[in-house]
């Protein structure tokens, strides 16, 4: 089957950090782009972050820039968003996507052809 899981999501102060996992089945993800994804009640998705598939060139949303890191694990399928000073701005349900991806389209959600289910994170005092 092909699925993405993403992992790690919970509710952290202001300052604190998570780490968001996102684990792919049902194909080989060394041959597919991964981009993060969030989405606040009433807004639209919007993008992120993006790593390549071999996970060389990155992406982020300049609202995040500096304290949310990419990194990817070919060998056993999983990604990996490290965020760190979260802002409550932050909050909202972060999904991750697979699909084959021009780096300038990575924040457009219609590019991905995969999508996990979403995992909350709030950012609250």
């Known amino acids: 089957q092909l699925k993405l899981v993403e992992s790690g999501g919970g509710l952290v102060q202001p300052g604190e950090s998570l780490r968001l996992s996102c684990a792919v089945t049902?194909?080989?993800?060394?041959?597919?782009?991964i981009g993060w994804f969030r989405q606040a009640p009433g807004k639209e998705r919007e993008g992120v972050s993006w790593?390549?598939?071999?996970?060389?060139?990155?992406e982020y949303a300049d609202s995040v820039k500096g304290r949310f890191t990419l990194s990817r694990d070919n060998t056993v399928n999983t990604v990996a968003l490290q965020m760190n000073s979260l802002k409550p701005e932050d909050t909202g349900v972060y999904f991750c996507?697979?699909?084959?991806?021009?780096?300038?389209?990575?924040?457009?959600?219609?590019?991905?052809?995969?999508w996990g289910q979403g995992i909350q994170v709030t950012v609250s005092s």
């Open positions: 996507a697979a699909g084959i991806v021009r780096r300038s389209w990575w924040s457009e959600p219609g590019r991905y052809s995969y």
């Open positions: 790593i390549n598939s071999g996970g060389e060139y990155m």
């Open positions: 049902g194909f080989t993800l060394g041959y597919h782009d």
